[in-house]
C-alpha cells in the first residue's frame, strides 16, 4: 500500500478524500457538479425519494451517473414503511415488523430478493438495508416497525436472510445500524441517543444480530449515531475508534465497507460538526460517509478539504483513506457481476402483508362503513410517504382527523346505521390517538381498530386488526381482510 504526500495540491490525494463521500442532490436529473464530482473520483450517490419519479426515469438517472464515473448509487430501501423507489404511493413490500411477525426466513429472503431486482433494474447498486436493530424500546421513535422485533435470535435470523436475499440479486446489503439503535428513546435526526448497556449486554443483545450479519457475508455495515457509554465513551458510534476498529473491525472480524448513517443528522452536526464528523468518522474506521439530504456543492467541497488537511496535519493518516478505498473498489466490482436467475414474483409483497395481518374478535359484515385515519406525524426516517386506505379504495368514504383536533360527536353522527372503523399508526406512541379510539369505542363499541404501527396498544373488547406496518402491501392486506 503506497503512501501520498499530504499536501492539499496532491491530486492524488484529494481523488482519495472524494472516494469517501455519498453525497446527495435535489432532483430527477443529476446536476452538473455532482457529475463534475465523480469524474474526480467521487464515492457515489445516496437517492432519496425527490430523486425517484418512476423507475424508468431511475434507470435513466443512475445509467447517467454511470457515464460520469464508477459511482456507489444508494438509497434507503427497506421495504414497508421506508421506501425511496415507491416514495410516492407507498411500499408493495410489507417492512421488518411484519416479516418478523410471519416469521418464515424463507418468506423473508424472497421478499428481498426481490427487493434487490428491483434495484438492480433501476441501476442501484447498494441497499442502506436492512435494519438489524433489537426493537427493546417500545417508544422508540426511529426504529418501531424497521425492526424485525424485541427478540435476538428472531432479528438475527430475519437479517441474515434479508442480506441473502439482497445479495442474491447483487445489490450489496448495509446491515445497520451498528452497535445497535434499538434500544434508544431518542432520534439520532435530532440529538444523540442514550444506549445505556454494559458490553456483556450489548454482545448478547445488540451484536447478535451484526455477528450473523457479518458470517453470511454482508457486503457493507452502517453506523448509528448512538452513544454507548460502556463502548463509546462520550461520542456516537460513528466516531467512536473503540466502536468501528476495536469491535467490529477487531473482535468482530469485519473486514467489509464500514457506511456512516447520515452526517447531516443532529447528531452529529450540533457536536463536532459537518466537516469536523468527516474527519472524525474515518479515523475511527468508517470507509463510507453518507452526507444525507442537506448538505450542497459548497459543503461538499469543505468536507474534501477538511479531509485534505487533516491528512497534512496528522489528525488522518493517509492509508486511512486507501484501505477505505480498496473496500470500496471490491464493492463496486462484486456488484457488476451479472445477475443469473429469474426474478421473484412481484406478488410476493402481498402474499407476505396478507400472512402478516392478525385479527381479534370477529369481523362482522361492514355495512356502508366510514372509515376514520387518526393522523400520526411523518418521522424523518420515514418521509412523507402516504399511508392509509384512501388510495386503495375510492369507494369507500375515508376521512382523516388530527388526533388534537378529532370531533368525537360529529364522527359518531357521521357514522349512525353504517360500520365505524378507526385506523391508527403507533398508537402506543401517541395519548391523544388513544383518546380518539378510546372516545369513539365509549359509544361504539362494535367499532373496528386497525392499528398499522407496532401492536402495543389494544383496547379492551375491541375488535383489533394488526398490520405491523403502514405499506401499501399492509393496507391492501387489511382491506381485503375486513373486505372494504
Not at 435513466?60 to 414503511?81: Q, Y
Not at 468518522?281 to 469543505?302: F, N
Request: with cysteine; glycine share 10%.
Amino acid at each position: 500500500m503506497s503512501e501520498y504526500i499530504a499536501d492539499p495540491s496532491d491530486q492524488g490525494l484529494r481523488r482519495l478524500a472524494a472516494g469517501t463521500l455519498l453525497v446527495a442532490f435535489q432532483g430527477t436529473t443529476a446536476p452538473e457538479w455532482v457529475l463534475r464530482e465523480l469524474a474526480g473520483g467521487l464515492g457515489g450517490v445516496t437517492l432519496f425519494g425527490f430523486n425517484v419519479a418512476d423507475s424508468a426515469q431511475l434507470s435513466a438517472l443512475t445509467g447517467r451517473l454511470r457515464e460520469a464515473g464508477d459511482p456507489v448509487i444508494s438509497l434507503d430501501e427497506e421495504g414497508g414503511d421506508v421506501t425511496r423507489l415507491d416514495y410516492h404511493v407507498g411500499s408493495p413490500y410489507p417492512g421488518n415488523a411484519a416479516l418478523g411477525a410471519v416469521d418464515d426466513v424463507e418468506l423473508t429472503r424472497r421478499v428481498y430478493r426481490s427487493i434487490g431486482d428491483d434495484l438492480a433494474r433501476c441501476g442501484v447498486n447498494l441497499d442502506m438495508a436492512p435494519s438489524a436493530d433489537v426493537n427493546t424500546a417500545d417508544d422508540n421513535p426511529v426504529i418501531g416497525t424497521r425492526s424485525f422485533g424485541p427478540d435476538t435470535a428472531l432479528v438475527a435470523r430475519h437479517t441474515v436472510a434479508a442480506v441473502h436475499g439482497l445479495q442474491s440479486a447483487y445489490v450489496a446489503a448495509c446491515v445497520k445500524h451498528f452497535p445497535g439503535h434499538g434500544a434508544t428513546r431518542q432520534d439520532s435526526h435530532l440529538e444523540i441517543p442514550l444506549v445505556d448497556a454494559s458490553i456483556e449486554l450489548l454482545r448478547e443483545r445488540e451484536l447478535a444480530p451484526f455477528r450473523a450479519a457479518i458470517g453470511a457475508g454482508t457486503k457493507s455495515i452502517m453506523t448509528a449515531h448512538v452513544r454507548v457509554p460502556a463502548l463509546t465513551g462520550t461520542v456516537p458510534a460513528t466516531l467512536s475508534a473503540a466502536a468501528l476498529t476495536g469491535l467490529l473491525r477487531g473482535e468482530m472480524g469485519y473486514d467489509g465497507v464500514v457506511v456512516t448513517d447520515a452526517l447531516d443528522m443532529r447528531a452529529i452536526t450540533e457536536s463536532v460538526g459537518l466537516a469536523g464528523g468527516a474527519v472524525l468518522s474515518l479515523a475511527a474506521g468508517a470507509d463510507l460517509l453518507c452526507l444525507g439530504p442537506l448538505p450542497v456543492e459548497d459543503d461538499v467541497r469543505r468536507i474534501i478539504d477538511e479531509i485534505v488537511a487533516a491528512v497534512g496535519d496528522g489528525r488522518l493518516p493517509a492509508a486511512r483513506l486507501e484501505a477505505a478505498a480498496e473496500r470500496v473498489a471490491r464493492l463496486r466490482a462484486w456488484s457488476g457481476t451479472p445477475q443469473t436467475g429469474r426474478a421473484e414474483e412481484s406478488v410476493i409483497g402481498l402474499t407476505a402483508a396478507r400472512r402478516a395481518v392478525t385479527l381479534t374478535g370477529s369481523a362482522s359484515p361492514l355495512v356502508n362503513p366510514l372509515v376514520v385515519e387518526v393522523d400520526t406525524p411523518p418521522t424523518i426516517a420515514v418521509g412523507d410517504v402516504p399511508w392509509g386506505f384512501a388510495l386503495l379504495m375510492p369507494q369507500v368514504e375515508v376521512v382523516r382527523v388530527k388526533p388534537e383536533a378529532a370531533d368525537v360527536p360529529a364522527i359518531l353522527e357521521r357514522a349512525v346505521g353504517r360500520s365505524l372503523v378507526v385506523v391508527v399508526k403507533d398508537a402506543h406512541r401517541y395519548e391523544t390517538s388513544q383518546t380518539v379510539v378510546s372516545a369513539l369505542l365509549a359509544t361504539r363499541p362494535d367499532t373496528t381498530v386497525v392499528e398499522m404501527g407496532l401492536p402495543v396498544w389494544r383496547p379492551e373488547g375491541a375488535t383489533y386488526l394488526a398490520t405491523y406496518g403502514a405499506a401499501r402491501a399492509n393496507a391492501q392486506a387489511a382491506a381485503e381482510l375486513l373486505s372494504l
